[in-house]
T-cell receptor
Framework: TQLLEQSPQFLSIQEGENLTVYCNSSSVFSSLQWYRQEPGEGPVLLVTVVTGGEVKKLKRLTFQFGDARKDSSLHITAAQPGDTGLYLC???????????FGQGTELSVKP | DAGITQSPRHKVTETGTPVTLRCHQT?????MYWYRQDPGHGLRLIHY???????DKGEVSDGYSVSRSKTEDFLLTLESATSSQTSVYFC?????????????FGPGTRLTVL
């Protein structure tokens, strides 16, 4: 059984602080996606990573894909209240596999 | 944004009653999915469809059935609702071209079973 864990589950910070969210798998995965979900809405894709060691940037968000293809991190620089939401990682374990979601990290950024 | 709508958006029902949730898409995507979202569990796959009349079970399929008679519509049925099926249900679609395809999610249906 593949396990996908995110940490921390909850994070409350002040505007301007930096933060990192982690996604760890018990097995090697073939691809990983990060989604963001606002209250009352469905998740929206932020990024897809497929190559071990890959780093992608999206404005103040930096996504890293571990060399061993078993972990990923999302780093937010100078967080803003608009970053508040649930951040979900999702992986596929083989080419024909379905997305498996982590339990999510609930981020609250206070002004 | 992919045009995905879900109906109803909110529903309260009683234990033992049948419930059907509808997902409608306008993107002509091949794959459609039903997930449930519960605190501490993220999103868990219930059933998915890879074409008209082609469906398969997901991680938490017990107590649920699905049907897809048209590309644009994917129905989720709870034959006899139980309190453990109280949840937020999300429909998602993707083009079915690659495993790294983006999944596009609907706005969700909040179901309460009393």
């Amino acid at each position: 059984t593949q396990l996908l864990e995110q940490s921390p589950q909850f994070l409350s910070i002040q505007e301007g602080e930096n933060l990192t969210v982690y996604c760890n798998s018990s097995s090697v995965f073939s691809s990983l996606q990060w989604y963001r979900q606002e209250p009352g809405e469905g998740p929206v894709l932020l990024v897809t990573v497929v190559t071990g060691g890959e780093v992608k940037k999206l404005k103040r968000l930096t996504f890293q894909f571990g060399d061993a293809r078993k972990d990923s991190s999302l780093h937010i620089t100078a967080a803003q209240p608009g970053d508040t939401g649930l951040y979900l990682c999702a992986v596929t374990y083989n080419q024909g596999g379905k997305l498996i979601f982590g339990q999510g990290t609930e981020l609250s950024v206070k002004p | 944004d992919a045009g995905i709508t879900q109906s109803p958006r909110h529903k309260v029902t009683e234990t033992g009653t049948p419930v059907t949730l509808r997902c409608h898409q306008t993107e002509n995507h091949r794959y459609m999915y039903w997930y449930r979202q519960d605190p501490g569990h993220g999103l868990r796959l219930i059933h998915y469809s890879y074409g008209v009349k082609d469906t398969d079970k997901g991680e938490v399929s017990d107590g649920y059935s699905v049907s897809r008679s048209k590309t644009e519509d994917f129905l989720l049925t709870l034959e006899s609702a139980t309190s453990s099926q109280t949840s937020v249900y999300f429909c998602a679609t993707d083009p079915g071209l690659a495993v790294t395809d983006t999944q596009y999610f609907g706005p969700g249906t909040r179901l309460t079973v009393l």
